[in-house]
């Protein structure tokens, strides 16, 4: 079946720093989705991003489906990043296939 | 801004019992999903719906049931709910599968429902 994988499965962050979070599928796909869960549960889009690079104020993504990899960015982190973020390929007719996410911790 | 509301946050039913679940969106779109959220499993999709008295199974329809009457609501049903139906079910929509636009395939999502069953 269809793999999505991402990395790094936690990462904890000091607020005001960088990180990058990576997301690798195994098949082409049509789009993708990034979301950031936050604690009460509720999904929020970040970026409908099939290929190409797309900002948003302190968070950017990069999309490279020829090599079928998907980057974000978050800079300046804040403690309201915190959460767990997930990348969701769209394969066919807008099936997401949601990677296993990388929680995010980021301390004052 | 899209909306998605879904009509409880948290459920607690008990086994046997029939259970609704309700999602309501004000864009006007075609297509509406549900899943469900496990630890350790990720989001896997039970059905989906393209428009009005349609449905589609997802990865995972066994012990559901959906209905879609009108196009701005769908139900997921449990016919007779099971311990291992505990779980964080999400609804989502977007616009059509032949949407003029590529973005207006984006998903979103409703706030989800935690349900447990005892």
């Known amino acids: 079946g269809i793999q999505v994988e991402q990395s790094p499965p936690d990462l904890i962050l000091q607020e005001g720093a960088n990180s990058t979070l990576r997301c690798n599928f195994s098949?082409?796909?049509?789009?993708l989705q990034w979301f950031h869960q936050n604690p009460w549960g509720q999904l929020i889009n970040l970026f409908y991003?099939?290929?190409g690079t797309k900002q948003n104020g302190r968070l950017s993504a990069t999309t490279v489906a020829t090599e079928r990899y998907s980057l974000l960015y978050i800079s300046s982190s804040q403690t309201t990043d915190s959460g767990v973020y997930f990348c969701a390929p769209h394969f066919g007719f807008q099936k997401l296939v949601f990677g296993t996410g990388t929680r995010l911790l980021v301390s004052p | 801004d899209v909306k998605v509301t879904q009509s409880s946050r948290y459920l607690v039913k008990r086994t046997g019992e029939k259970v609704f679940l309700e999602c309501v969106q004000d864009?006007?779109?075609?297509?509406m999903f549900w899943y469900r959220q496990d630890p350790g499993l990720g989001l896997r999709l039970i059905y989906f719906?393209?428009?009005?008295?349609?449905?589609e199974k997802g990865d995972i329809p066994e012990g559901y049931s959906v209905s879609r009457e009108k196009k701005e609501r769908f139900s997921l049903i449990l016919e007779s709910a099971s311990t291992n139906q505990t779980s964080m079910y999400l609804c989502a929509s977007s616009f059509s599968f032949l949407a003029k636009e590529r973005n207006q395939e984006t998903q979103y999502f409703g706030p989800g429902t935690r349900l447990l069953v005892l």
């Open positions: 864009m006007d779109h075609e297509n």
């Open positions: 719906s393209y428009d009005v008295k349609m449905k």
């Open positions: 098949d082409s796909v049509n789009n």
């Open positions: 991003i099939p290929s």
